[in-house]
Nanobody
Framework: VQLVESGGGSVQAGGSLRLSCAASGYTISSKCMGWFRQAPGKEREGVAFISSYDTTRYADSVKGRFTISKDNAKNTLDLQMNSLKPEDTAMYYC????????????????????WGQGTQVTVSS
């Protein structure tokens, strides 16, 4: 499984970005996938998850602003980020948990075995 993120960049507060994660050697449809982020000096945290059945779950800090989705035709995992805040600044990683899982088993960091290299998001005030 190879995951490659793209779409990061620098924006002002209130702006939007769309991250994409291209998967190779792995079909993301019917798979558990997630987006995580890590700010300097902080632990990596889960941001958004999508189960094998396309049920989603979000961290409270991003609910209503971020949307996770799968593009099965392109075999990509996307994260639409709106109303960005300076505290959203971090390296963003996509991750996959091989197998078929409902959302209750698709949101724990230690369960994800495949990770991308990350893409930087910087939000200025």
């Amino acid at each position: 499984v190879q995951l490659v993120e793209s779409g990061g960049g620098s924006v002002q507060a209130g702006g939007s970005l769309r991250l994409s994660c291209a998967a190779s050697g792995y079909t993301i449809s019917s798979k558990c996938m997630g987006w995580f982020r890590q700010a300097p000096g902080k632990e990596r945290e889960g941001v958004a998850f999508i189960s094998s059945y396309d049920t989603t779950r979000y961290a409270d800090s991003v609910k209503g602003r971020f949307t996770i989705s799968k593009d099965n035709a392109k075999n990509t995992l996307d994260l639409q980020m709106n109303s960005l805040k300076p505290e959203d600044t971090a390296m963003y990683y996509c991750a996959a948990r091989v197998g078929v899982f409902a959302i209750g088993d698709c949101s724990v960091r230690s369960d994800f075995g495949s990770w991308g290299q990350g893409t930087q998001v910087t939000v200025s005030s």
